[in-house]
C-alpha cells in the first residue's frame, strides 16, 4: 500500500487542497493546521550542520559541512516547537538531515526543549555512531529522546565485509555497555540481516549496515551531477505531502532528499524564521510542487532524475489524472511554477 491508499483524504477533498485547490473557501489557519496535523508524518529538523564523515554516497563529501559546524538558532527552534504545539504535534521529528546531530555539545538540552512543547511526539536522529558513548545515550534519555538509528558507514572507497561490521557493531554495543546478545551475531546473522535493535536506558538503537553503494538514492540528483548516470522520473511522490523538512537555516525544502548548504543556491519553499510552519505547508509553491507528483508526468527541478522510491502503482496513473483535471485553480496566475524554479 502506498502513502494515498493508506491515509483518509476527508474523501478526496484534502488531497485537492494539498494540491492547490481554491474551489472551496480561502482557507483560514485552522484549516491549514488540519491538514497538517492530518497528513504530515514526520518533520525533519536539522538542529546543527557539520558532519564529521565524508561518505562517497553522500552530498557532504563535496560540502563545506565536513569542517563547518553552525547550529540552529535557539529562538528559531522555540518558533517551530510554539507552533507545533498548537496543534499538539504527535508524529515523528528526525533530528537530522545532512549533519552528525551528536558533535552538537547542546544537544541533550535543545531535545529537552522540545520534549517540553512536544510532550508526545516521538523524537529521533540518524548518526554515524561515532560519539556515541553510554554516558552521552543517558543524558539524551533524559531530555526525552525516542530513538537513535545508527548507521556503520565505510569509510570513502573502502569495501565493508561481514567481518568488519561485526567487529563494529560489537565496538558500539561494547561502548554501551550493551551484552545481552550471546551467539545471535554471528557472521551468518550479518549477512542476512540489514540491522539490530536494542533499548538502552528507555532509548531504541536501530543499528544499521544496508550497502547505500547499491541501494541509496541520488539525492535529488545531487550525486547525478558528479556522474554520466542520468534517469527520468515519471513516478510519483509522496513526501511532500506527508515530510515537512526545515534545514539549520530556517530554509525550508520539500523533502530530505533535497541537499542544501552554504554554498548551494537551492531554491526553496520559504523560511521558517519568517513565515509560519501551517502557512509554508499550504503554499502555492508547495501545493503546485505535490500536484506535479502525484501522477506519473515526467518530473522536473530537483525531482527530475530523483531516485527516491515510491510504492504507486502504474494503473492509478489515469484515476489520479482524473482527480487533478478536477482541481480548481482559477485564482492561481499561469506563470506560476515552482518546478522551474526548483532547477
Ligand atoms: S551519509 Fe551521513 S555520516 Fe556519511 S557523510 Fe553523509 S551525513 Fe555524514
Ligand atoms: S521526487 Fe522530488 S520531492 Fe520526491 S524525494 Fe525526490 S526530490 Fe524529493
Known sequence: ??????????????????????????????????????HVE???????????????????????RQNS??????????????????????????????????????????????????????????????FLRLHLLKKLSHSGLNHICVTLHPLPNVHQDSTMIQRRLFKLLDRLSFDNYTDELNIAFIESNRSFSLYVEGVRIIIQWPDWRREGTNRGGTLDKNSNQKSKRTSPCARPFREFTIFYDGNVQPCCESFHDNKLNLESVGNILRQNIFDLYT????????????????????????????????????????????I????????????????
Open 1 to 38: 500500500m502506498n502513502y494515498f491508499q493508506m491515509v483518509g483524504f476527508n474523501g478526496k477533498k484534502n488531497l485537492k487542497l494539498l494540491m492547490g485547490d481554491t474551489s472551496f473557501d480561502n482557507l483560514r489557519m485552522i484549516d491549514k493546521k488540519v491538514l497538517f496535523k492530518r
Open 42 to 64: 514526520v518533520i525533519n529538523l536539522e538542529l546543527s550542520y557539520e558532519c564529521n564523515r565524508k561518505c562517497d554516497y553522500c552530498p557532504v563529501s563535496f560540502s563545506d
Open 69 to 130: 559546524q553552525s547550529y540552529m538558532d535557539s529562538d528559531l527552534i522555540e518558533k517551530i516547537c510554539t507552533e507545533l504545539s498548537e496543534i499538539r504535534y504527535d508524529n515523528r521529528i528526525s533530528l537530522n538531515l545532512y549533519n552528525e546531530p551528536l558533535l552538537d555539545k547542546n544537544l541533550a538540552d535543545k531535545i529537552s526543549t522540545i520534549r517540553s512543547y512536544l510532550p508526545t511526539a516521538h523524537i529521533g536522529f540518524n548518526s554515524n555512531g561515532d
Open 283 to 326: 503554499s502555492k509553491k508547495l501545493s503546485l510542487m505535490r500536484r506535479s507528483l502525484y501522477d506519473f508526468s515526467e518530473k522536473t527541478g530537483i525531482c527530475a532524475n530523483c531516485t527516491a522510491e515510491d510504492f504507486s502503482s502504474y494503473s492509478e496513473d489515469e484515476s489520479r489524472k482524473k482527480l487533478i483535471s478536477e
Open 328 to 343: 480548481n485553480t482559477s485564482s492561481f496566475s499561469p506563470e506560476i511554477n515552482c518546478q522551474t524554479k526548483f532547477d
